[in-house]
């Protein structure tokens, strides 16, 4: 099979996006999806993935490197291998397979325990729930709340 170009997919309206991280190497194995590079707008960063499994057999670009959408970032040879063989990096160990359900125990339910925790079950019904009261999250339980959604906010201390 030939060697497919990936390029950088379609990403708005930025231009001139900086390479700062090359996640794959010469000769990895790449599945479909996974992440490639990282790039870095003034606005945001992000991974492109891929678009093709297979194996990496040209890289285009270094870090430091300016891209925009349509420039090659890499070559992949197509592989004609199950997906599962190629999602892992050819660089990772292999794992065994997982067990079937019936060979493992059930997980049972941890006591609750701690400072400030009521003891006892508890049940919460919500649309959304967002761990950790930092600005991110205090934002999103907000914005999710004034979209109408029942929403819980999670937090390890007493006070946001």
Known sequence: ??????????????KDVAVIELLVKMGDTVALEQSLVTVESDKASMEIPSSAAG?????RVKVGDVVNEGDVLLSIEPS?????SAS???????????KPASMS?????????????IQGAVDVECDLMVLGAGPGGYSAAFRAADLGMKTVLIERYSTL
Do not use: H
């Not at 099979?1 to 990936?6: L, R, T």
């Not at 194996?55 to 890289?59: C, E, K, L």
């Not at 892992?88 to 997982?98: F, G, I, T």
């Open 55 to 59: 194996v990496v057999t040209g890289i």
């Open 1 to 14: 099979m030939a060697a497919m170009d990936i390029k950088v997919p379609d990403i708005g309206d930025v």
């Open 80 to 84: 004609s291998l199950p997906l599962s």
């Open 105 to 117: 125990p059930s997980p049972q339910p941890s006591p609750l325990k701690g400072e400030g925790v």
């Open 88 to 98: 892992a990096p050819a660089s990772a160990p292999a794992s065994e397979p997982p």
